[in-house]
């Protein structure tokens, strides 16, 4: 897979939580994805399409991909989250390290600005 299209599916990933589109954004999974977070390890695409479904319910952050590294089928970004609580601004960094497989991710680990596996 070359660079430019696994850039390609990473900004089709945060176009699709951007836009709260559930559909879209499992279509870009593959069946086995695993999603680790500081506190979660999701695997596979039923148990996504749940935790996603869920998530699109709440109040979310807009993603912004900023420093995006790709090497082969791996991709290495910050995400910029900014959210709205109360009528005030809240900005935090996200680190994003994905896997592709097929043009799809197989795996990606997100960690939030504090989470010990960043410090």
Not at 42 to 55: N, P
Not at 86 to 112: M, N, P, T
């Amino acid at each position: 897979m070359n660079d430019s299209a696994v850039a390609a599916a990473i900004d089709e990933h945060v176009r699709a939580f951007n836009d709260r589109d559930v559909d879209a954004l499992m279509a870009g999974f593959t069946d086995d994805a695993v999603w680790i977070t500081g506190t979660t390890v999701v695997r596979g695409r039923a148990a996504l399409a749940e935790l996603f479904a869920a998530a699109m319910a709440d109040l979310l952050p807009t993603l912004t991909v900023q420093n995006l590294l790709v090497g082969g089928d791996r991709a290495a970004c910050q995400l910029v989250e900014t959210l709205r609580v109360d009528g005030e601004r809240r900005v935090c960094s996200v680190a994003g390290f994905y896997r592709l497989r097929d043009g799809r991710i197989a795996s990606a680990k997100i960690y939030r600005e504090g989470s010990a596996e960043v410090e």
